[in-house]
């Protein structure tokens, strides 16, 4: 009950402080765009409401099981064909093809495909832990399911941030589903090569290691060093305590500032104790959705609640390092707290799975019934050996 609550509480309070400061941050955007001051928060508003809502029918009607079955291949089909309409007619936004519009309503599929990616690894993990599959078939389902879509996202949408989020979500159910951490830190150095030659073979990626020195501008400091920089007044301007509400002057300066460079803009107006604030609320959203994961009846739970929980975490950590300077910009917006629909809403979804996960927790957790039969079974023979679970991916040592 104490971590849901700690959850919630969290929530809530990361999406408040994003619809205030994206009503302060957009001003400039929206005089710009000849609107309203108002018209940035009303739309973040009605994506809270749906995002609230989508998110309320996952925890309530969607028992975290549900997704062990026939429904997850529709929703993987669905995901699937959504990557492949943007591919065929999607929208180009700053110089990406990543959006869909379908109507009235634009979308960024790779947003929601992300999470049917994890709920797949989780699955292929589960079937596999329980012998319905053997190593050979997890991993050729695994290379089918999810390696060939997130290759045609990453080649089709020059996505290097996505990708990387999803393959973070994958190692988190291989973390959880007891893979040997010398497997796992195989996997690691092999995506770490990978991310390394997506950088330094693309132009335009490897022009953003200019973060390492984004002073060194080009003529008229207009250069690629120009965001960050002006990132670096608004936290220098800001202080300890803020400049106050409204009252940031990089707002006009920043490009993004109400997305993607949305926490520079919190360090200006809110200071360093503001910025502290949002660090330490997503610190608290880390621990209580590790919490709701490891007291999980089930092990699919565990490997929903914990993936989703470190996907959402790392994307904001993810943010926050590309803001103060320390990772090369991603364009990856801040969970709760940047504007965007697809973005907040998925990450809404992504909070009614891991509150799913906790309504089931009443009972022992995975842990407690390993426990549990462990000493079943060395009271009934010292000598025998554990076959309570069966042991991780290439064994355990």
Not at 110 to 127: G, H, N, P, Q, T
Not at 379 to 386: G, L, N, Q, R, T
Request: hydrophobic share 55%; glycine share 10%; net charge neutral.
């Amino acid at each position: 009950m104490v971590p849901r609550l700690v959850f919630l509480l969290s929530v809530i309070i990361l999406t408040a402080i994003g619809c205030v400061m994206i009503y302060s941050s957009s001003i400039a955007q929206a005089v710009e765009a000849e609107t309203t001051a108002l018209s940035y928060l009303t739309d973040q508003l009605l994506f809270v409401v749906v995002g609230a809502v989508a998110a309320f029918v996952v925890w309530k009607w969607l028992p975290c099981q549900i997704w062990r079955g026939p429904f997850l291949w529709i929703i993987w089909l669905v995901a699937v064909a959504l990557l492949l309409l943007v591919a065929l007619m999607g929208l180009v936004g700053l110089g990406a093809k990543r959006w869909l519009s379908l109507g009235p309503i634009s979308l960024q599929p790779s947003e929601f495909a992300k999470i049917v990616f994890i709920l797949m690894a989780a699955r292929l993990f589960c079937e596999y832990r329980e012998g319905s599959s053997t190593v050979a078939q997890m991993l050729v389902k695994a290379f089918l399911f999810i390696g060939i879509p997130v290759a045609f996202l990453y080649v089709t949408q020059s996505d290097l941030g996505t990708t990387v989020i999803i393959a973070v979500g994958v190692l988190a159910v291989m973390w959880l589903g007891e893979v040997p951490l010398r497997f796992i830190a195989g996997i690691l150095l092999l995506g770490a090569i990978f991310v390394v030659f997506a950088i330094v073979g693309t132009g335009y990626r490897s022009d953003r290691m200019l973060f390492l020195n984004p002073w060194n501008d080009g003529e008229g400091g207009q250069a690629g060093g120009f965001q960050l920089i002006h990132s670096y007044y608004a936290f220098s301007q800001g202080g300890l305590f803020g400049v106050g509400l409204g009252n940031s002057r990089e707002k006009f300066y920043l490009p993004e500032a109400e997305t993607d460079f949305i926490f520079a803009i919190i360090g200006e107006e809110l200071g360093m104790v503001g910025a502290l604030v949002v660090v330490a609320l997503f610190i608290a959203l880390l621990y209580s959705g590790m919490r709701i994961a490891n007291a999980a009846s089930t092990a699919f739970g565990t490997m929903v609640a914990g993936s989703c929980t470190i996907m959402l975490v790392f994307q904001a950590f993810l943010n926050i390092g590309c803001v103060v300077g320390l990772l090369p910009t991603t364009g990856k917006p801040l969970p709760f707290i940047s504007s965007g629909g697809s973005s907040l809403i998925a990450t809404f979804i992504m909070v009614g799975l891991i509150l799913s996960v906790s309504k089931e927790a009443g009972g022992p957790s995975i842990y407690e019934q390993r426990r549990a039969n462990l000493r079943v079974v060395r009271a009934a023979d010292p000598d025998e050996p554990s076959r309570a679970a069966k042991p991780g991916l290439l064994g355990r040592r």
